[in-house]
């Protein structure tokens, strides 16, 4: 099994010291049954020392056990937190691309019900481990009393445990499956919450979602774990039914063929009864272990970028001069869109107002241009030497960045991740007509809930606490209202670049259009710079030309 073999990689010596503890464990409660058959039964001792060593070993059974166990279901902890932490860490140094690709529902689904599926299964491990050890002991001390009568019972139990494995299997593929059917679930959750007031506004639109899509994703989710209950009840059932089976085959073979006395069968019965309660509990673990391996398979099928535990520390370009895209292309994956070939060179300190129709590939440059896309072909230069491609960590320094599905973080970072400037962001709460409206504690955002504007408003600040070179502002003042829309482009702006900034903004505004230094259009993927009539008549009416 894949997922023990990489425990035992990454916490070999740990692992052995668990076995060790368990070996231990076994070992101790066959010892009980040999005190029992020896002192008890074979031989009635009469002395009064037998009781307290009697419930000595009881009580060292239960340390050791306890401890066995403890230290196992701890070892799975610190694994399924390791496992976790380094899924996360994969996330953010994985491609946007990539992660756009997957889906949040799918990546959501692999940090919650994937996770916890491994988490399940290291929790019930140690009984599948301590019933897998005392089954191979017990059989050892059966061996010595009667190897007939072991033959007979080992061939009952290969028996027992291959239906149980048959009816296993038939619950690991309807974990597989249900695993897949938990995508599509995450998916119609997100399509209900995200979309909750169109749904209201909607009712039929509501009815479609919930019965042509929630239905049957719910009924097959049903089906599915129905018949994989089904079958693990069948197993654990099947299990006990025969264990008990096998006390009875054994009084039959001690009585009836003579092959052993009765003290003999009863010590059987005793270690049979013994093993009944960790044996079906390990039959009961097994399918939480196959979850959890359908589980890591579909945390690897991810595709998501190697594990590295540190966080590189990127190299700054602090006097650059000129920025390059030459020849970029970029295509989706489906190739029904493609950008470029794309030629734009950007100076440092300019303003750049990039227009352009829905679907025309704006908000695709923009991620070429930040580095959060990487170009099939072309290249990107800075003062003319090629970005490395093993290092988009350098380039993407210079950016940061205000998208149009803004994610707001609640706290102001600085340079290098320190805390930013309080004389900077007083400023710009002040010129953000932020001042009265945001709870800042120690560079914490207090209140987040806020309207789209002003969430804008904010991630504006965060972004300009960053103090990078470069800011790209997607359709920022698309959510502002017709005052500050006009304080943005006239007042905000200027200031930005009287900072040192270089600012690529995208933007439907045509009225503001002569503030920028240079005005660029995207059409259908290919990028083109508006001089003369060109841009005076796009001012004029952006509408027009990108209807």
Aim: with cysteine; hydrophobic share 45%; net charge neutral.
């Amino acid at each position: 099994m894949e997922l023990l073999i990489l425990v035992w990689r990454q916490y070999r010596w740990p692992f052995i010291s668990v076995m060790a503890l368990s070996l231990a464990s076994a070992a101790l409660g066959i010892g009980l049954i040999a005190f029992i058959n020896q002192r008890l039964i074979e031989t009635v001792d009469t002395t009064v020392m037998v009781l307290p060593e009697f419930l000595g070993l009881l009580l060292l059974l239960m340390v050791v056990t306890l401890g066995s166990q403890l230290a196992l279901t701890t070892l799975g902890h610190h694994f399924v937190y390791r496992l976790r932490s380094e899924f996360i860490k994969r996330i953010l140094d994985t491609h946007v691309e990539r992660i756009e690709q997957l889906g949040r529902a799918s990546l959501l689904a692999g940090l919650t019900s994937d996770i916890r599926n491994i988490t399940i299964a290291f929790v019930r491990l140690p009984e599948l481990v301590q019933g897998i050890i005392l089954t191979v002991g017990s059989a050892a001390y059966l061996a010595m009393l009667s190897t007939k009568m072991l033959l007979v019972t080992a061939i009952w139990m290969v028996v027992t445990i291959w239906g149980g494995f048959v009816l296993v299997a038939r619950v690991y593929q309807h974990m597989a499956t249900l695993r897949e059917t938990e995508d599509k679930l995450y998916n119609d959750y997100q399509t209900v919450l995200e979309g909750r007031k169109e749904l209201t506004l909607n009712r039929e639109r509501a009815e479609q979602i919930f019965q042509q899509c929630y239905t049957p994703d719910a009924k097959e989710y049903r089906h599915h774990i129905i018949r994989a209950d089904t079958f693990h009840l069948s197993a654990v059932n099947w299990s006990n039914i025969m264990m008990l089976g096998a006390i009875g085959l054994v009084f039959w073979m001690a009585n009836s063929l003579g092959w052993a006395d009765t003290n003999v069968a009863a010590t059987y019965s005793l270690t049979l009864l013994f093993l009944r309660t960790p044996l079906l509990s390990a039959v009961g673990a097994l399918p939480t272990l196959l979850t959890a391996q359908v589980a890591f398979n579909k945390l690897n099928k991810f595709a998501l970028a190697p594990y590295k535990p540190d966080f590189p520390q990127p190299k700054a370009f602090p006097d650059w001069k000129t920025l390059e895209l030459r020849n970029v292309v970029f295509h989706y994956q489906d190739n029904a869109f493609s950008v470029g070939p794309i030629n734009l060179t950007i100076h440092r300190g300019e303003l750049l107002f990039l227009i352009g129709g829905n679907g025309s590939g704006k908000s695709t440059l923009a991620m070429l241009l930040t580095g959060l896309y990487q170009p099939q072909s072309g290249t990107i230069l800075l003062d003319g030497q090629p970005i490395a491609a093993g290092q988009p960590e350098d380039y993407r320094k210079l950016f940061s960045a205000v998208f149009t599905d803004v994610w707001l973080f609640d706290r102001l970072l600085g340079p290098q991740g320190k805390p930013a400037n309080p004389a900077l962001v007083e400023k710009w709460l002040e010129h953000l007509k932020m001042t009265h409206k945001l709870e800042l504690n120690d560079g914490r955002i207090l209140n987040l809930k806020l309207s789209k504007g002003q969430k804008k408003r904010i991630a504006l600040l965060l972004a300009l606490a960053e103090e990078r070179d470069i800011i790209l502002l997607d359709e920022w003042a698309a959510d502002q209202n017709p005052h500050f829309r006009r304080e943005f482009y006239q007042v905000l702006l200027p200031l930005m670049q009287e900072m040192g900034k270089t600012i690529f903004a995208i933007s439907h505004d045509d009225h503001y259009f002569i503030h920028a230094d240079r005005l660029l259009e995207m059409r259908n993927g290919q990028l083109t710079e508006l001089t003369g009539d060109e841009r005076d008549a796009a001012s004029r009416d952006a509408v027009a030309r990108t209807a």
